[in-house]
C-alpha cells in the first residue's frame, strides 16, 4: 500500500468511525421514527437512488427546514485567510482507478456556510465523509484552534489528466447553492450551470435551491463517466440529481433530475445557465478600458423545435431586460464564447479567449416553453449578470412529480453542422450623421464532406427586419480577413428607445446563415 493510499486510509477509517457514532447520525440522517421507509442510506448500508428520491418526496410533504449555516469561527475568516485553506492533495480521494478522476473537499468560510454533506459509494455501499479540518493545510495566518472547530464542507472539485496524463487538472467543482462549473480540455474557468431556478426576476427575490448532500460513486472501470448524486432542497422543491460525468475534448455532463414541488412553481428554469457579459465591440463606448473587450460569454444560441438556428449576441443593458424565445420540444440551446482570439480581449490575465460555452441538449420532450434570456445591467466584470434557461408553458404543481433529463456539454462553440454561415462577430457604432452602423460577420461554413463550398454572394439575399426605427442601405460583401461575409446597415432609431432585430441571408429562397435577432437599446 502506497504511503498516499495509507494516509487516506487513516483519514477516512476516523470518518468513517464518526459517521457510525450516534451523535453524527443524528445530525446527517434524520430520526428513523419519524420517517420510516423513507431514510437516506445511512453507512455502510447499500446505496439505491430510489432510496434517495422517496427521502425527496418525503421532504417535499414536509414544511421547509433551513439548513443550520456552519460554525461562525469559520464564517469570521477574513478572505485573506479563507484564501489559504488548501486541501491537502495526498488525501484527493481516488473515484476512478490509478487515480484517473479524484475528489478534494472545499472547506466552509465566509459566505459559503451552506453546510453540504460528502458520501462516497463504495462496493456499492454508503461511506460518508465526515468533516474533518485534518484535510486541510489552515495556512500561518489561520485563527488559533480552527483546527478544532468543527464544520461542514463548502462543496467539491475534481480533478483528471485533462491537459496531460501527468498531470491532474482541476475540471469540475460544485460549490454553492446548487451552483457548479467545468471545462474542457485548453480551457479555464467561465460561465456557471445550476440545478434549477425559481422565481427569476420576481420583485419578492429569487429562489435559490441548495445541493445539501452528495454521493460520489468510485468506478470500477477505467475510462468510464464518473457518477455523482445530489440532494436539492428548498422552500419551494426538492429533488435528485444524478450527474454522470466524463472530461476530455468537451466535457460532457448527462443530468437527470426526479423533483416534487412543495407549492405550485410558474416562473422556473430548467437546466439553467449564468454569465457575464460587460462589454465588446456592441457598447464599447460605455467602458474607459484598454481592453477589447470582457465576458464569459458573448451569445446565446437555440437550435429550435423547428430546426432553426438562432445566434442573440448579449447586451448589458442599462436596465432588466427579458427576452423569451417560444419553442415546441427544442433541440438544444446554450451560452457560447465565439470570440477566441487574443485580440478580441487583449488581457492576459483573465484568458477570456479561453472560457468556455455551455450546450444544453435536451433529452425527449420538453413540450411548449420558451428559452428565457434575463439580462441584467453591470459596471463591472465580477458580477454575474445573464441567465439562461428552459421555462416550461406548464407549471410545476405541488404534489406531483417531474422527471427531465439533458446532456450538459462544456466545449469551444455550439456545435453546427448543417453548414449554415454562422454569425462570428456583431459591432455596433456612432455614424457622424446620426444613426447607427451595424456590422454582422458571418463565418464561412465548415466543409462538408471535405469540400469548401464557394461563397457567390452575388446571389445572397439579406432580410433585414426591425419592429422599430429605419434601416438603410444594407451592404453584403467578402470579409477577407475571416474568409466569410460581412453584412453592413445604417439603423436610425429616430425617437425609439429600442428595437427588435432579426435578419438572415437566403439564396434563391433558402436560408443559408443563422438567424440574427438583437434587441437595440439606446445607451
Known sequence: MSQKIRNIAVVLAVALATALSIPFAQRVFADSAD?????????????????????????A???????????????????????????????????????????????????????????????????????????????????????????DYSGFRLHSTLNSPDTLDEFLVFQGASYFRAIAKGHVYGLSARGLAIDIGEESGEEFPVFTDFWLQRNAEVGQPVTL??????????????????PGMTTDMDVSAVLFPRRDLSNFGLAPLTSMFLFDETNRHRFNDFRSGAHDSDGLAINNGAGEWLWRPLANPLGVQESAFVDRNPRAFGLIQRSRDFEDFGDLSLDYNDRPSAWV?????????????????????????????????????????????????????????????????????????????????????????????????????PQVFTSKGIVQFPVLESNPHTGGVRLTFQFDPQEESSSEFRIVLREDGKQVSEKWLYRWTRQ
Open 35 to 59: 420517517i420510516v421507509g423513507t431514510p437516506l442510506p445511512r453507512p455502510m448500508a447499500p446505496f439505491t437512488h430510489e432510496s434517495l428520491v422517496q427521502h425527496a418526496k418525503y421532504l
Open 229 to 246: 448524486y445530489a440532494l436539492m432542497d428548498s422552500p419551494g422543491i426538492t429533488g435528485i440529481y444524478t450527474f454522470k460525468v466524463m
Open 361 to 461: 441538449t435536451p433529452h425527449g420532450d420538453w413540450g411548449k416553453g420558451s428559452v428565457t434570456l434575463v439580462e441584467l445591467p453591470t459596471e463591472t466584470e465580477t458580477f454575474d449578470n445573464i441567465v439562461a434557461y428552459w421555462r416550461p408553458a406548464a407549471p410545476f404543481l405541488k404534489g406531483e412529480r417531474y422527471e427531465f433529463s439533458y446532456t450538459l456539454s462544456w466545449r469551444d462553440r455550439a456545435p453546427i453542422t448543417n453548414g449554415l454561415l454562422k454569425v462570428i462577430n456583431t459591432r455596433i457604432g456612432a455614424r457622424p450623421e446620426g444613426g447607427k452602423l451595424i456590422a454582422i460577420d458571418f463565418a464561412r461554413p465548415a466543409p462538408v464532406e471535405g469540400s469548401v463550398k464557394d461563397l457567390n454572394i452575388d446571389t445572397f439575399v
Open 61 to 151: 410533504e414536509r414544511a421547509y427546514e433551513p439548513v443550520t449555516p456552519t460554525s461562525e469561527r469559520w464564517a469570521a475568516l477574513s478572505f485573506d485567510q479563507h484564501r489559504a485553506i488548501r486541501f491537502k492533495s495526498d488525501l484527493s480521494l481516488p473515484l476512478s482507478p490509478n487515480d484517473g478522476v479524484t475528489a478534494q473537499l472545499l472547506p466552509p468560510g465566509r459566505a459559503l456556510n451552506n453546510p453540504v454533506r460528502i458520501n462516497l459509494i463504495e462496493d456499492g455501499k454508503v461511506v460518508p465523509v465526515p468533516f474533518d479540518p485534518a484535510f486541510f493545510s489552515l495556512g500561518d495566518a489561520a485563527p488559533d484552534n480552527l483546527a478544532e472547530v468543527g464544520g
